[in-house]
């Protein structure tokens, strides 16, 4: 009933900055708690941050508490992910993700669906 596609990706150098969209469509969008998400090869997938319906709560990985900004333009049904003092540890595909919940929730198992990923390349 929905769908996500992330776009903003691309290559920065350590110390720089990265805004990350997720474009959805789908009814009810106000309603979906949303979240980014980033999975490097041969690792687990890693939350990164969490945001209401509304946007009045967030949560976010403490690797990334201050640097990174979860928001959302409920009028563009768009996600997005402020990335600053972006690091190389940082590098790797990012996915948005949304669900019906009401928490900003950090357990992926909770978000239904994904989107396909952009890729996220920090060089040092």
């Known amino acids: 009933q929905v769908q996500l596609v992330e776009s903003g990706g691309g290559l920065v150098q350590a110390g720089g900055s990265l805004r990350l969209s997720c474009a959805a469509s789908g009814r009810a969008w106000n309603m979906y708690v949303m979240g980014w998400f980033r999975q490097a090869p041969g690792k687990e997938r890693e939350f990164v941050a969490a945001i209401t319906g509304l946007g009045g709560s967030t949560d976010y990985a403490d690797s990334v508490k201050g640097r990174f900004t979860i928001s959302r333009d409920n009028g563009k049904n768009t996600l997005y992910l402020q990335m600053n003092s972006l690091k190389p540890e940082d590098k790797t595909v990012y996915y948005c993700?949304?669900?019906?919940?009401?928490?900003?929730?950090?357990?992926?198992?909770?978000?239904?669906?994904w989107g396909q990923g952009t890729q996220v390349t920090v060089s040092s």
């Open positions: 993700a949304a669900t019906l919940g009401r928490i900003a929730t950090d357990a992926a198992s909770a978000y239904n669906y």
